[in-house]
């Protein structure tokens, strides 16, 4: 696609996503989040978390209508509401993801508290998880995936929901974490060496923008040598989408080792 104005796109983002008298969020953050959404309409995340700032979901929704004004999106999106939380979604690309953990052995690490060790786990042991992915999937398929019409928006009851597992799938995480609703948020990470994915790509289309993160995401070191063939089929995977199209370029996969007192998901 042709090159944009940066300040149009803070711009567009400062007005619509303002909060009281607040303006937008900050410039870089605007530049940052107008390519992550265009990685998602183009295929290389599924969707991603608007935690920018307190903006409502109707905002977020005039704010994506306004980037497919300015060309910037190939595919249609849609504003999915899960709780509090608002996702950007691309609805063909969730529902093929969902189909493809729903059809396969995709595995989960199970992190609840009450274990002295994460553990791996499979779909089938995790509750009413795959009943929420299949009312996901069912909603995301009735949509019109008409690309010449306005974004769209709705909300999905999540209550009683595992939405830590709900959004490491959504997002496009290969091996997501798990923890029993039953134990509150905490978790068994404490002081677990995690070995961080960072995946970061740089725009074709706006000069000037520091390079955009698409993943970040970890798994228990303990746990890397039997997901080591997991994850490396993800990067191949992601490293394949990102040829295949000319708006992101540059894709980096880093690694590191981490150690920290407590982790909040």
Not at 38 to 51: E, I, N, S, T
Not at 189 to 200: D, E, G, R, Y
């Amino acid at each position: 696609m042709s090159a944009l104005n940066p300040q149009a796109l803070v711009s567009i983002a400062q007005k619509t996503l303002s909060v009281g008298k607040k303006r937008g969020p900050p410039r870089t953050v605007c530049l940052h989040l107008a390519g992550e959404v265009r990685a998602v309409a183009g295929g290389l995340k599924p969707a991603v978390l608007y935690d920018c700032n307190a903006a409502e979901a109707d905002q977020v929704q005039r704010y994506v209508g306004e980037l497919q004004t300015l060309g910037l999106l190939p595919q249609t999106l849609h504003i999915l509401e899960l709780g509090e939380n608002i996702l950007i979604v691309n609805p063909r690309q969730v529902c093929q993801h969902i189909q493809h953990v729903l059809l396969s052995p995709m595995t989960f690490v199970d992190i609840s508290s009450f274990r002295s060790h994460p553990a791996l786990c499979l779909l089938d042991e995790l509750g009413d998880l795959k009943d929420h992915l299949v009312e996901i999937l069912i909603h995301l398929q009735s949509l019109d995936g008409n690309p010449h019409l306005p974004i769209s928006r709705s909300e999905l009851s999540s209550d009683g929901w595992n939405l830590c597992t709900v959004f490491g799938i959504l997002l496009g995480y290969p091996v997501p974490y798990f923890f029993h609703p039953a134990q509150g948020d905490s978790n068994c990470l404490a002081l677990i060496p995690l070995h961080v994915f960072t995946a970061k790509t740089s725009c074709c289309w706006l000069t000037g923008l520091p390079r955009i993160q698409l993943y970040s995401f970890s798994v228990p070191e303990s746990l890397y040598p039997a997901l080591k063939d997991i994850l490396d089929m993800w990067g191949e995977d992601l490293r394949a989408r990102c040829g295949a199209q000319s708006d992101f370029t540059d894709l980096t996969i880093s690694t590191d080792v981490v150690t920290l007192p407590s982790v909040v998901l």
